[in-house]
């Protein structure tokens, strides 16, 4: 179910065609193949109607970034910003379908849940750091309350490391940017545990990972390779833990991986060595760059 973001009425939609409105109602082209025979061909995508939680926290994220880097535009900006942070500390109990946009009932995934905290934390920055209005109280409340349920159903049974959803204690590679936003310190033995969890449960051929383990359905047919931006944000989390030289390596292995014109797919299929999904693909390159400012910052 979409949700809006109430003060404005104004949906906070998953996907936006080019022009800022809904994209067409998902349907399969039928006597089409796709590129190598690939099938079904699509039109649209169904998970414009789902509740994704995290995406909320990713534009509080974003635009805090913005701000902190001398964008003026805030304070235009802050009754949307304001208004998706009431959002976060309204909705933050329900589950959602993911980053993963999985097609299934909703849960309670933890890395929507991190986010919705993050967001909430950049709300709060954004606040204070522009003396602007907002229920600071009810950001603080929800946001305490969010994390304390996070450290207490987000982890495994023996409390050792994140697992991918309440109830759940299966991976994820999402769990790797949990430091990233500043939810737990790389040097946190749970995040430890949790990153050396996810490279070994999650690799793939020794090059990339997945998304999640493969009797995981997400809904849609098919094998997926592994995900460029999932290797990258290992990258990362091997920085924050304290492994610069182990990220360095990996880093380059992915290197090695580039398409023919230096650039990278969604996916990749480790045993043909094909780039698969749409390519170039534009979140692959964010962690390309994001991993290699994170090994930047080491040198």
């Known amino acids: 179910m979409q949700r809006t973001i109430e003060q404005h009425g104004t949906p906070l939609a998953v996907l936006y065609d080019v022009n800022g409105a809904a994209p067409p109602p998902e349907r399969n082209i039928e006597g089409v193949d796709g590129y190598r025979g690939s099938r079904p061909v699509r039109v649209g995508n169904a998970a414009d109607g789902q509740f994704q939680l995290d995406v909320y926290g990713e534009l509080l994220e974003c635009v805090s970034i ?3 880097m001398g964008d003026d535009a ?3 900006h802050w009754p949307h910003m304001r208004a998706a942070a009431d959002f976060i500390a309204a909705h ?3 589950p959602d379908q993911s980053i993963w946009e999985m097609r299934s009932a909703p849960r309670h995934y933890v890395h929507s849940k991190v986010m919705a905290w993050a967001g909430l934390q950049r709300a709060l920055w954004l606040k204070r750091r522009h003396d602007l209005d907002g229920d600071e109280e009810s950001w603080v409340n929800q946001a305490e309350a969010l994390r304390q349920l996070v450290l207490r159903r987000g982890v495994s049974a023996d409390g050792s490391h994140f697992i991918r959803a309440f109830d759940d204690d299966r991976l994820d590679a999402s769990l790797l940017l949990l430091a990233r936003v500043g939810f737990i310190e790389g040097s ?5 545990n949790t990153v050396d969890a996810i490279r070994k449960q999650l690799d793939e051929g020794g090059v990339a990972l997945r998304r999640y383990p493969a009797e995981i359905s997400d809904g849609l047919q ?4 592994a995900f460029f931006i999932c290797s990258f944000w290992l990258v990362e989390a091997l920085v924050q833990t304290g492994r610069p030289r182990e990220a360095k390596e990996f880093f380059e292995q992915l290197l090695q991986r580039k ?4 650039l990278f797919a969604e996916e990749f299929d480790t045993r043909s060595g094909q780039h698969l999904g749409n390519i170039p693909q534009a979140f692959s390159h964010v ?4 991993a290699a ?3 930047g910052s080491f040198d």
């Open 66 to 68: 913005c701000d902190s």
């Open 74 to 76: 805030m304070r235009a």
């Open 92 to 94: 933050w109990q329900e």
């Open 188 to 192: 946190d033995e749970r995040f430890i």
């Open 222 to 225: 098919g094998r997926e390779g």
């Open 259 to 262: 398409g023919e014109h230096g």
């Open 287 to 290: 962690g390309l760059i994001n």
């Open 293 to 295: 400012l994170s090994l």
